[in-house]
């Protein structure tokens, strides 16, 4: 899950919206038609990592000069593409800069968060995830790492307990994942798939974050 969950992603697409800007087709200042020119850059990187292109869009950021908010956005999104090719030293790298531009940065926080949890450090990807619950306490995606890394770690009270405190109804589809993967622990295949079945109907084109880590898990996806 890139916040990568390029949360990017949380998710490389939705820092693809918080980009899209409206501009006037013509008569544009300067400074505006440098704005057009970032953003049809970065499209052309995000285009490039939702088809999977990670070593192109690593090398499109690379030619793009940008400082400041701009600079630690590209930064994130490197860091997830090198995420994705499982390159995780240069991904933390990446991560830890993007902090540095931009102190408490959401998406680099849990990113950092993310690549522990890849790699199967469920602790200290635990510990990293319940900070920044601590400062976010209702954010549904946190509540949902907290408890499935409680959950790979053996931790089942403490994941029963996380799992009670999943936002329900929610905003996302965390309640339902999280329900479907405790049940597949329990081996109860029936209630996995009935669970998924809900998210994808009540959050129909919004659970791509969600199968991406039931994927990295291998938890069953239907």
Same mark, same amino acid.
């Given at each position: 899950?890139?916040?990568?969950?390029?949360?990017?992603?949380?998710?490389?697409?939705?820092?693809?919206?918080?980009?899209?800007?409206?501009f006037?087709?013509?008569?544009?200042l300067?400074?505006?038609?440098?704005?057009?020119?970032?953003?049809?850059?970065?499209?052309?990187?995000?285009?490039?990592?939702?088809?999977?292109?990670?070593?192109?869009?690593?090398?499109?950021?690379?030619?793009?000069?940008?400082?400041?908010?701009?600079?630690?956005?590209?930064?994130?999104?490197?860091?997830?593409?090198?995420?994705?090719?499982?390159?995780?030293a240069?991904?933390?790298?990446?991560?830890?800069?993007?902090?540095? /531009?931009?102190?408490?940065? @959401?998406?680099?926080?849990?990113? #950092? =968060? *993310?690549? %522990?949890?890849?790699?199967?450090?469920y602790? +200290?990807?635990?510990?990293?995830?319940?900070?920044?619950?601590?400062?976010?306490?209702?954010?549904?995606? /946190?509540?949902?790492?907290? @408890?499935?890394?409680?959950?790979? #770690? =053996? *931790?089942? %009270?403490?994941?029963?307990?996380a799992?009670? +405190?999943?936002?329900?109804?929610?905003?996302?589809?965390?309640?339902?994942?999280?329900?479907?993967?405790?049940?597949?622990?329990?081996?109860?295949?029936?209630?996995?798939?009935?669970?998924?079945?809900?998210?994808?109907?009540?959050?129909?084109? +919004?659970?791509?974050?969600?199968?991406?880590?039931?994927?990295?898990?291998?938890?069953?996806?239907?």
């Amino acid at each position: 899950m890139t916040a990568i969950r390029v949360q990017s992603g949380v998710s490389v697409k939705t820092l693809h919206l918080l980009l899209a800007c409206s501009f006037a087709a013509t008569s544009l200042l300067p400074a505006q038609q440098v704005q057009a020119d970032f953003r049809d850059q970065v499209e052309q990187v995000i285009e490039d990592f939702n088809a999977k292109k990670y070593d192109s869009a690593i090398a499109r950021i690379d030619g793009i000069k940008a400082e400041g908010e701009d600079e630690a956005f590209l930064l994130n999104l490197r860091g997830a593409a090198y995420t994705k090719k499982k390159d995780y030293a240069e991904a933390k790298r990446c991560f830890e800069k993007t902090l540095q /531009l931009v102190p408490g940065m @959401f998406a680099a926080q849990f990113n #950092l =968060g *993310e690549i %522990e949890f890849l790699q199967g450090n469920y602790q +200290k990807a635990l510990d990293m995830f319940k900070v920044m619950l601590e400062n976010d306490p209702r954010n549904e995606l /946190l509540q949902f790492k907290v @408890f499935l890394s409680y959950l790979q #770690l =053996g *931790e089942v %009270e403490a994941a029963r307990k996380a799992l009670n +405190k999943v936002k329900f109804p929610g905003d996302t589809p965390a309640y339902y994942y999280a329900q479907a993967a405790w049940e597949y622990k329990q081996g109860d295949k029936g209630k996995v798939s009935d669970y998924l079945a809900a998210a994808r109907y009540i959050f129909a084109g +919004k659970t791509e974050l969600f199968d991406e880590t039931f994927a990295d898990l291998e938890f069953p996806r239907k």
